[in-house]
């Protein structure tokens, strides 16, 4: 019984998760000059979701449904807020 019990509660996560929808945005991070811009900040707005540029500037990130802005931030310049309308690229 306890064995059913555990197969049970571990499909039903595994549904939950199935059901969970997200989409993988990616891009790359520069600067006004075309500059590769590593350690920048991206976030999700309004969640805490978040990762941080790779050294060649590159990031990927799993946006939760209904999500409609990206915040880049990085030390000393300007936080910037860009829609994601649809996309999956984001330079």
Do not use: C, W
Not at 14 to 39: E, K, R
Request: proline residues 2%; charged residues 10%.
């Amino acid at each position: 019984m306890r064995k059913l019990i555990m197969l049970f509660a571990f499909l039903s996560m595994a549904v939950v998760h199935a059901f969970a929808q997200t989409t993988v945005i990616t891009g790359n991070v520069t600067d006004s000059g075309g500059n590769i811009l590593p350690g920048v900040s991206i976030s999700v707005k309004n969640t805490t979701v978040a990762t941080m540029s790779g050294t060649d500037g590159g990031y990927s990130l799993e946006v939760p449904e209904g999500s409609t802005h990206l915040l880049f931030s990085y030390i000393g310049m300007e936080t910037l807020e860009l829609e994601i309308a649809g996309k999956t690229v984001i330079n």
